[in-house]
């Protein structure tokens, strides 16, 4: 029996740690929580606090448990319902997640953070259009959070209806003014041709030297972007060096040849290898869209997922994370190469996590350097299709360059040397899988590609083995979300401006001219 001494107590040991907590020190709220939940294991703060604290710790296997235990004591617990939604989100078990999430809706359907984080499954499942819907009934609870409205506005920006996201961003702005972000976000769907407008504001913004350096980056891309619809090469050049340098300055802890060993090793334990050089007719499982980031593969996902028995998974972190993971294995390697068991059940494992996104159509995944693990999809997935998108190199470095990438990832990017460095090992690696399966991975040029699409579309259809769709040919209409920074360029019928645009920058980006094709 708990008694008053005891709840003045957990009172006042739950506010220490709450404050602990609050302080990041994650462990300790672990330990102590722990001591409290023995004590009175019916109080759902406790489980919150232990497993929100596991989350932080990156230990999601753990966070999982904890959420669950608290179910079964204090069942249809609304918060525990969504904290295990999103720890399943977090390890990409969207099915999983989906049905805690549903259940929390369940027994309230105005639950703001259930509505938002159900929104957010959809997102990743790029059922953006869907997603809208959640956030919106969200929005009518709470017309001032701030994370709701970037998520609302890059949900519209994802199905092409800028004008809508810049509406939810004008708000953003008018609400949280400081927040640079959508300042960067509205630029990427704003013609700066004959606005100046916001082009002033954020240079005003910029002098403000209260905002953090992370805020500075973010405008300097968006001001050169402004500058960039304007023509303007010389001043879009400055910014963009300053929010590079900026961006790479924060950046802690980076590691050339860590960030890279994907690129160099897979010519050493692939060296001996032989793969069966066959040209697969049955229809694929899976297509890959693999190469630089900036050369087209977002125009190319659109295309092919325009057809009707294709879906467009976009961007997917499941073949990076599953990978980054394989090889902390001591063995992972020798049994990919040898063990026929494990290849099963790891494919069997991929498969599942794709068919989450769809369970009916050919999934369509254009994560760009997945081009590191095209031994492996050779080998667990032999009908797969290898699209690598080819583009002028110094076309894509200066985009890469022009442009910043979700959570600041690809830290090479931002820096100039490093950058020229990776695009070279990106060649070398090509020429090697070129070598290694010449009929496995069909080179979709670019330029051919923006010059002549019907003859390059009917190629690409061709060789993914599917049928002809006229469809295919108007990827505008393609509402698949768009989860990069082609979000404006994707959305738009093809043209021919960004071929050769890297002439307009040679004498301002000295890096260009040591890019080689």
């Known amino acids: 029996m708990i008694t008053r001494e005891d709840i003045l107590f957990i009172t006042k040991e739950t506010k220490k740690i709450q404050n602990q907590f609050n302080k990041g020190n994650f462990e300790k709220v672990i330990t102590k929580t722990k001591i409290l939940l023995k004590k009175d294991p019916s109080q759902p703060i406790f489980y919150n606090l232990i497993g929100l604290s596991y989350r932080q710790l990156n230990n999601l296997e753990s966070a999982e448990k904890i959420f669950k235990s608290g179910l079964e004591v204090i069942p ?17 078990k969207f099915d999983q997640a989906k049905d805690f999430l549903q259940k929390a809706l369940e027994i309230n359907q105005n639950n703001f953070n259930a509505l938002v984080n159900y929104a957010n499954v959809l997102r990743d499942l790029n059922q953006d259009v869907e997603a809208i819907n959640y956030y919106k009934k969200a929005l009518t609870i709470n017309d001032k959070n701030e994370n709701l409205l970037i998520n609302l506005a890059g949900s519209y920006q994802m199905i092409g209806d800028f004008e809508k996201s810049k ?22 769907v704003n013609n700066y041709l004959n606005d100046e407008t916001h082009q002033k504001d954020m240079l005003d913004k910029l002098n403000n030297n209260s905002i953090s350096d992370s805020a ?10 402004s500058f960039s619809d304007q023509k303007n090469p010389e001043m879009s ?3 963009f060096i300053m929010a590079n340098d900026l961006t790479f300055s924060s950046i802690k802890n980076f590691n050339f040849e860590e960030q890279t060993k994907y690129l160099t090793s897979p010519k050493h334990y692939f060296k001996e290898f032989i793969f069966e050089n066959n040209i697969p007719k049955e229809k694929p499982e899976l297509i890959f869209i693999v190469g630089l980031p900036r050369s087209g593969t977002t125009l190319t996902h659109q295309i092919i997922s325009s057809h009707s028995k294709v879906f467009g998974a976009g961007e997917s ?10 090889f902390e294995e001591k063995n992972f390697v020798k049994n990919m190469l040898n063990n026929n068991d494990y290849k099963e059940k790891l494919k069997n494992d991929i498969i599942d996590l794709f068919k989450q996104y769809n369970k009916d159509q050919i999934i369509l995944d254009k994560a760009p350097l997945n081009l590191m693990w095209i031994g492996f999809i050779k080998i667990l997935f032999p009908t797969a299709k290898i699209i690598h998108c080819k583009r002028n190199l110094k076309d894509t470095a200066l985009s890469i360059y022009k442009n910043t990438f979700e959570g600041w990832s690809l830290p090479w990017s931002y820096n100039q040397e490093y950058l020229v460095k990776f695009i070279n090992l990106y060649k070398e690696l090509m020429v090697f899988w070129h070598s290694k399966m010449p009929n496995y991975i069909f080179d ?22 599917l049928d002809w769709e006229d469809n295919c040919l108007d990827h505008t209409k393609n509402k698949t979300g768009i989860k990069t920074v082609s979000i404006a360029q994707a959305r ?13 920058y040679l004498k301002y980006l000295d890096f260009l001219n040591n890019i080689s094709e």
């Open 237 to 239: 050049s400055k910014y």
């Open 492 to 504: 738009s019928p093809i043209y021919k401006n960004s071929v050769n645009l890297n002439e307009s």
């Open 216 to 225: 500075k980056a973010e405008l300097c891309f968006a001001i050169a972007k």
């Open 444 to 465: 979709c040029h670019y330029e051919k590609l923006v010059n002549d699409p019907i003859n390059e579309t009917k190629k690409l259809i061709n060789f993914c083995n």
């Open 167 to 188: 509406e939810v961003l004008k708000k953003l702005h008018k609400e949280f003014p400081q927040n640079t972000l959508a300042d960067r976000m509205y630029s990427s």
């Open 317 to 326: 972190p499941i073949l990076k994370n599953i990978f980054y993971k394989k």
């Open 76 to 92: 249809n617990t609304p918060s525990f319902l969504i904290n295990l939604g999103a720890t399943y989100r977090m390890q990409e």
